[in-house]
C-alpha cells in the first residue's frame, strides 16, 4: 500500500516536482499520524522550494540523552517513480513505526523521512539528511546509531544475479536474495551488532561489511551525511545498482518488488532497532 502510493499514484517526487514532492510528504505524514505519533518536520529552502524532513520520536525511558535513527529517504530521482529506490525504505520505515507502536523503549528512537537525498542533492549541503544530521551535530544530541533503509525490496534466487564493486566480489554470494549492511570502518561495530540482531530474528539472507568509506557504493546513501557529523551509521540495502536491473529508471514501478522479502526484512529490522535502542530483539 505505501510503496503504490508513493510510487504508482505520487509517482516521481522531487523539487523538479514540488507538488508530488508535497504529496509524498503528506502521505508520509499522514501514516505516521495514524500510528499514534506526533510529527515534527524540519523545513529549509532547497532552489527556492520549502521542503522538510519528517520525524517521529520515541522517547526514551531509561537513557533518553541517547539516541537511535532510522531513516528513509522519501524523494525520487529525477525521471524515475522510486518504486524500490527509495519508496520500499519509506514503506519499512512506516510499517517500523506501526510496529514499535510508540512503546517506550531504553533509549530514545527517532525514525526520519529524508528529503533530497538523490542527485543534485547528493554530497550537498541541502541534502535533507546532511541538513538533519549537522544540526543533531550543532546541539551535541547523542545518536549512537543511524540506520538508512535504502533500496530494500528486489530478491532473486537467480545465479549470477548479484554483482559487487572490486574487491567484494571474492568474497560474497552471487545470487542477490539477502539483505546488506554496509558501513565504513569507523561504523563496524554497528554493522556487527545489526547483523547479529537481525539473524536472531530473522529467517532471511543477509550480509555485512565494515570497508573504506571511499570503496564505490559503500556511501551511496543517507547514513553518509552521519558519518560527516562524526556519528556511526550503516546503510541497509538490497544493493541498488548492484543488483536491481530498474535502477534510477521509469521502470522502477511498484510491480517488480518482492513484498514478501520486504516484509521479512522489515520485521527484522524492527529487532535491530529494538535491539540496539536497549530492549533485546523481541518484544
Do not use: C
Not at 508530488?20 to 515534527?40: D, H, K, M, P, Q
Not at 561495530?189 to 530473522?202: D, H
Amino acid at each position: 500500500r505505501h510503496v503504490e502510493a508513493l510510487a504508482g499514484r505520487i509517482g516521481e517526487r522531487n523539487v523538479g516536482h514540488p507538488e508530488a514532492l508535497a504529496a509524498a510528504a503528506g502521505y508520509i505524514r499522514n501514516a505516521f499520524s495514524a500510528a499514534g505519533y506526533e510529527v515534527t518536520a524540519q523545513p529549509f529552502t532547497s532552489r527556492g522550494l520549502t521542503v522538510e524532513n519528517l520525524e517521529v520520536i520515541l522517547p526514551g525511558s531509561r537513557s533518553p540523552q541517547e539516541i537511535i535513527v532510522a531513516g528513509a529517504h522519501y524523494d525520487s530521482v529525477a525521471g524515475s517513480p522510486g518504486g524500490n529506490d527509495n519508496g520500499s525504505g519509506v514503506a519499512a520505515m512506516l510499517e517500523i513505526a506501526r510496529l514499535l507502536d510508540a512503546k517506550a523503549l531504553p533509549r530514545t528512537v527517532r525514525l526520519v523521512a529524508f528529503v533530497n537525498e538523490e542527485p543534485p542533492f547528493f554530497y550537498s549541503e541541502e541534502m535533507g539528511s546532511a541538513v538533519y544530521a549537522t544540526r543533531a551535530q550543532e546541539r551535541g544530541e547523542q545518536i549512537r546509531a543511524m540506520l538508512s533503509l535504502e533500496t530494500i525490496g528486489y530478491y532473486t534466487d537467480a545465479p549470477a544475479s548479484q554483482r559487487y564493486p572490486f574487491p567484494f566480489r571474492y568474497f560474497y554470494p552471487d545470487t542477490g536474495n539477502f539483505i546488506g549492511f554496509v558501513g565504513n570502518l569507523a561504523s563496524r561495530r554497528l554493522v556487527r551488532q545489526a547483523l547479529v540482531a537481525f539473524r536472531a530474528s530473522t529467517a532471511f539472507p543477509s550480509e555485512g561489511v565494515a570497508s573504506p568509506g571511499w570503496i564505490t557504493g559503500v556511501h551511496w546513501s543517507d547514513h553518509w551525511s552521519f558519518w560527516q557529523a562524526g556519528y556511526p551509521a550503516i546503510m541497509v540495502t538490497d544493493t541498488a545498482l548492484f543488483r536491481y536491473p530498474y535502477y534510477h529508471s521509469r521502470a522502477d514501478t511498484p510491480d517488480k518488488l518482492d513484498y514478501a522479502g520486504l516484509a521479512r526484512v522489515t520485521h527484522g529490522m524492527v529487532a535491530v532497532i529494538r535491539e540496539l535502542a536497549g530492549a533485546g530483539s523481541q518484544p
